[in-house]
């Protein structure tokens, strides 16, 4: 089944830095989603960007979406040890009710 | 935002024998709940989708008469593994979507549950 691809597949960067994760993916979408896990545990939402929509921020967060290169990117500023986790993006397939999850980066922060 | 309960959290089994996991959307109705499975630092991969009151329609190469779904009510979805085998010691994901989101908001997560078979 289509799933998203994400660049990189691990990041490791010093405490402060940005750091930024990209999503590409094959069909259109409905909305794409970003999301973190922390090892062992479930998913955490961060980010719904819908089709229409070509950025958007929380916090310490900017998902950028651009349908035409069919890609997403999440961006962290001033990252904390504490984000460190893997991070998903899953989208929406236009017509279709199913999420599929990108291969997730695995970001790193160190203190 | 809403809360989605997934239990057990984890379960040690031997071979051969059945393992049920609830997932329960708390505070929201769940017309449709989802399963994934992840194997280790993997993404997650769709297994099947629980539909309230219907069949369960599962994605190419799961099998149905292993991984049974039950969707009885708005608010619980199970997933038993039936006959276990080491090969299928993974951790598995529920999440739902709230109904009142008209089926295009964001996926609730329960926190997992990681089976593992001896």
């Known amino acids: 089944s289509q799933q998203g691809e994400e660049d990189p597949q691990a990041l490791s960067i010093q405490e402060g830095e940005n750091a930024t994760m990209n999503c590409s993916y094959k069909?259109?979408?409905?909305?794409l989603q970003w999301y973190r896990q922390n090892s062992g545990r479930g998913l955490v939402h961060l980010i719904l960007i819908r089709s229409n929509e070509r950025e958007k921020h929380s916090g310490r967060l900017r998902v950028t979406l651009d349908t035409s290169k069919k890609s997403s990117s999440l961006l962290i500023t001033a990252s904390r040890a504490a984000d460190t986790a893997s991070y998903f993006c899953a989208t929406l397939p236009s017509g279709t009710y199913k999420y599929i999850f990108g291969t997730g980066t695995r970001l790193k922060v160190l203190a | 935002g809403a809360v989605v309960s997934q239990h057990p959290s984890w379960v040690i089994c031997k071979s051969g024998t059945s393992v049920k996991i609830e997932c329960r959307s708390l505070?929201?109705?769940?017309?449709?709940m989802f399963w994934y499975r992840q194997f280790p630092k993997q993404s997650l991969m769709l297994m099947a989708t629980?539909?309230?009151?219907?069949?369960?329609?599962?994605e190419q190469g799961v099998e149905k008469d292993k991984f049974l779904i039950n969707h009885a009510s708005l608010t619980l979805s199970t997933l038993t593994v039936t006959s276990a085998h080491p090969e299928d010691s993974s951790f598995y994901i529920c999440?739902?979507?709230?109904?009142?989101?008209?089926?295009?908001?964001?996926?609730?997560f329960g926190e997992g549950s990681r089976l593992t078979v001896l």
């Open positions: 999440s739902a979507r709230d109904v009142g989101t008209g089926g295009f908001g964001e996926l609730f």
């Open positions: 505070d929201f109705q769940a017309t449709t």
């Open positions: 069909t259109s979408i409905n909305n």
């Open positions: 629980s539909n309230e009151g219907s069949k369960a329609t599962y």
